[in-house]
């Protein structure tokens, strides 16, 4: 298992959604500008798939670290990653942006992208853009269940009082 933690910023960006803290020229500032939110990831292995678990904040300056941890995830599994979503506090653009990058990757190796337990952030965003469907675990095909087969013998099989 191995844990990460995106606190800084790259220079000069901000994510468009925490709001600046300014304070009038010759004014005390009562309260520190407040830090950004730190996102961390942990991932380990769940049989030929690797889960990985995501805590925090994903916006435009923690998606970069959201998308190494998916895609080193993507590369040492055997059949994909499962992304545990339900401590995920912000969830913009920017994480479904790479969700959808990594799903291309692992679709075009053979593999699937799957968020397990999004939270109610995640699947809000997931759900106004119609992307949920593309990262549910695959469904086994339904074989379409036969009400009664006749026998070789011209019957029915079931009960005598079904005769």
């Known amino acids: 298992m191995h844990a990460r933690r ?3 910023p790259e220079p000069g960006h901000r994510s468009p959604h925490r709001p600046l ?3 009038a020229p010759g004014a ?6 407040r830090q950004p939110s730190p996102l961390t990831t942990d991932s380990y292995p769940e049989g030929p798939r690797k889960v990985v678990v995501v805590l925090g904040e994903v916006d435009y300056e923690t998606a970069p670290a959201l998308a ?5 995830a993507l590369h040492t599994s055997g059949e994909g990653v499962d992304a545990d979503l339900s401590a995920v506090r ?3 653009c920017s994480g479904l942006n790479v969700l959808l990058r990594l799903r291309r990757e692992a679709l075009a190796v053979g593999k699937t992208i799957t968020v397990r337990s999004p939270s109610r952030v995640v699947r809000r965003v997931l759900t106004l853009t119609g992307t949920a469907p593309l990262f549910r675990p695959p469904q086994p095909e339904r074989v379409p269940r036969l009400e009664r087969a006749p026998s070789a013998f011209g019957g029915h099989h079931g009960s005598p009082a079904d005769n």
């Open 6 to 8: 995106a606190t800084t």
């Open 21 to 23: 803290h300014v304070v």
């Open 68 to 72: 190494t941890a998916l895609r080193e």
């Open 90 to 92: 912000f969830w913009d």
């Open 28 to 33: 005390a500032d009562p309260t520190p500008p």
